[in-house]
């Protein structure tokens, strides 16, 4: 059974940074592209980064551009979300999920990924 357990999440000031990590168990990692995605309070789940299985493309929301930055260690099974600069309208429940298929470049549809996360609360406020 695949596992996704976020951590990082809390609450940082307009300006501030912080790093998501998505520890992944439960099958072979390094074979699946991975992602994250968030929701706001009363808004749909919007996608924000994506990294292929190898980690040579990503692929992130305008929204999040030139501000966030998504990685991966297969080694140690493991995706993160570098967030810099961060705005109030960040403020949501992060979800890193990953996809159905092996070998697979970045995925942006949220239909597309096969297992998610419990989520981790961001909160951008002063």
């Known amino acids: 059974q695949v596992q996704l357990v976020e951590s990082g999440g809390g609450l940082v000031q307009p300006g501030g940074s912080l790093r998501l990590s998505c520890a992944a168990s439960?099958?072979?990692?390094?074979?699946?592209?991975m992602g994250w995605f968030r929701q706001a309070p009363g808004k749909e789940r919007e996608f924000v980064a994506a990294?292929?299985?190898?980690?040579?493309?990503?692929y992130y929301a305008d929204s999040v551009k030139g501000r966030f930055t998504i990685s991966r260690d297969n080694a140690k099974n493991t995706e993160y979300l570098q967030m810099n600069t961060l705005k109030s309208e960040d403020t949501a429940v992060y979800y890193c999920?990953?996809?159905?298929?092996?070998?697979?470049?970045?995925?942006?549809?949220?239909?597309?990924?096969?297992?998610w996360g419990q989520g981790t609360q961001v909160t951008v406020s002063s």
């Open positions: 990294i292929s299985w190898s980690g040579d493309s990503t």
């Open positions: 999920a990953a996809g159905r298929t092996e070998f697979e470049t970045v995925v942006t549809g949220a239909t597309e990924y096969g297992y």
């Open positions: 439960g099958r072979t990692f390094s074979r699946y592209a």
